[in-house]
């Protein structure tokens, strides 16, 4: 009988349940090394390792991620396991500085928490450029601020259809209060486009 009370009180302290799993993660990822470096000048690498603190992932590439300038073929982008690899498919231009923006296309590979805003920028030549262009795009009549629009620059004065014909030479997408910014230029005129 004593056995028995034994069995039956083990069995009822033996609750089975789930595992909690500690807090949830709301960090984003942390880049721990970029292979060249960030900012590094006389850049001919054929391809870029961006290293982080925990396993990511790319989410929305052909939405999120912005080259400027264009580069045709455009890079492929590739995870592996904690890294962010771009491999450049094609010749980089001669000094220039060029920025590649993830938007928030890098997060984590459990939660999603994206890395926002994060650019990586390199030059072909012996400095980076550091002019930029900012301003606001709105709706010509409504007079609203418009998201997700094209700014275009190209550099030589162009006819007005030009974007129809010809890549620009930088560009970036407005953002939900219609701002757009475009960084990292060099010196010259510019004839600006904005395209939806």
């Known amino acids: ?15 089975k349940v789930a ?18 470096a960030e900012n590094s000048v006389n850049f001919n690498a054929t391809e870029v390792v961006l290293t982080f603190d925990e396993y990511v992932q790319l989410k929305e590439v052909t939405k999120q991620v912005i080259i400027s300038p264009l580069l045709n073929p455009a890079p ?11 491999k450049f498919n094609s010749p980089l231009l001669t000094a220039t500085t060029c ?8 997060t984590d590979n459990n939660e999603g928490n994206a890395l926002a805003g994060y650019r990586y920028i390199f030059s072909t030549g012996d400095y980076l450029d550091s002019l930029m262009i900012s301003g606001t795009i709105a709706d010509a009549a409504t007079g609203k601020s418009t998201e997700g629009v094209l700014a275009l ?23 939900a209060t219609g701002k757009v910014t475009i960084s990292k230029l060099a010196a010259g005129a510019y004839a600006l486009y904005s395209l939806q």
């Not at 595992?19 to 060249?36: F, H, N, T």
């Not at 920025?99 to 890098?106: H, K, L, P, R, Y």
């Not at 620059?153 to 953002?175: C, G, H, N, Q």
């Open 76 to 86: 492929e982008f590739l995870v592996r396991k904690k890294s962010v690899i771009i």
């Open 19 to 36: 595992p909690q799993g500690g807090d949830r993660d709301v960090k984003s990822p942390v880049l721990l090394s970029a292979v060249p």
């Open 99 to 106: 920025t590649v923006s993830f938007g928030n296309a890098i």
């Open 1 to 15: 009988l004593l056995g028995f009370f034994m069995v039956a009180l083990c069995i009822s302290c033996a609750n």
């Open 153 to 175: 620059l190209y550099r030589s004065p162009v006819a007005d259809s030009v974007p129809l014909k010809k890549t620009p030479d930088y560009y970036a997408k407005s953002d």
